[in-house]
Structures are given as structure tokens and as C-alpha cells.
């Protein structure tokens, strides 16, 4: 047990990726939002509490020998699920302010032009990933193209949709 650092600044390196949404102030504002970052305040009240319960059987299920096995496996259950805490804070907070990019398709048939947004998510493993793909109108449309106003706010909606039906089947 020589090794174990309890010095260390990771206990704070989680409670500020807890604490910080860095969301843009026009996030906060999004009445669809609401719902959604009620949710997440929920959800980091619910990872503190866990947080302080196993801080505290840390630090009193380890004996002064540190030879009990169970304990180890104890450790890995609280880590794998501060992991799985974490992607689900992530995901959550994609919910609330979707990434994505804008990119034009063009429809071999008839050769119109389409917007289509392209969404990121979370994997298990807590790597972000582009898995939504979604078309949401004829670029004669938007009249700057894949940089206008509407065509954002279009192609916003139709990812955060996509992520909140993600999440909800991921978290019922």
C-alpha cells in the first residue's frame, strides 16, 4: 500500500469537472433545457453524496495490514462507478448543449442540395464519438447556406433530440 498517494489532486480535479458545465450562456436560457439541466443538478447532487459515502468507506474498510482481498474489490466497484458517473454527467451535459457540425449532402437522384447535422455522444468508455446523422432541410432554405442562423438553431434541435432519445433509453 505504498504506492496509494492520498495527497493527490484528483479528489479536486472531479469535484471541478463536477462543478463546471462551461455552458454557454445562451444554454442556461433554452426552455427546452429545463427539464434537462434540473436533471443534471439532480445527478451531481447524487454523485457528491457518493462521492462523500466513499470517501468515508475508504477510508475505514481498509485495515492497517491492507491485506484483505474484498477490499480491492471494493475499490474497483467505487471506481468503475465513478467512471460510469462521469460519462453519464458527460452525456447529459450533450443533451443540454449538443456538438455537432453542419455538412451538405447532395441527393444523387436529383442532385438538391441538404443540410444534415452531424452529431457527437459519449461512448461507454467515455470517448466522444460522431453517431447522429441527421437531415434537416433544402439548403435553398437557409440563405447563408450550412452557416446561417436558422440552419444552427435547425440542426441544435434535431441532434438534441437525438441525444435526449439516447439518453432516456440509456437512463429510464
Known sequence: MKNLNFQDSSSDEFLH???????????LTQLENGPYLKKLEDLKKEVRA????????VTNI????GKKISNIIHMKNISHAFKNYLVQIRRLRMVIEPEFN????????NQICYLA??????????????????NFGKEIDYPKG???PNAYEDARREIQILAINEYESLYP
Not at 469537472?17 to 444554454?27: A, E, H, V, Y
Not at 457518493?50 to 468507506?57: G, K, R, V
Open 102 to 109: 453542419i455538412t451538405r449532402v447532395v441527393q444523387p437522384s
Open 117 to 134: 447535422a452531424r452529431g457527437y455522444w459519449f461512448d461507454d468508455s467515455g470517448k466522444k464519438k460522431r453517431v447522429f446523422t441527421r
Open 17 to 27: 469537472f463536477i462543478d463546471n458545465d462551461n455552458f454557454k450562456p445562451s444554454t
Open 146 to 148: 450550412k452557416d446561417d
Open 50 to 57: 457518493f462521492y462523500e459515502l466513499s470517501n468515508h468507506d
Open 62 to 65: 481498509i485495515d492497517n495490514d
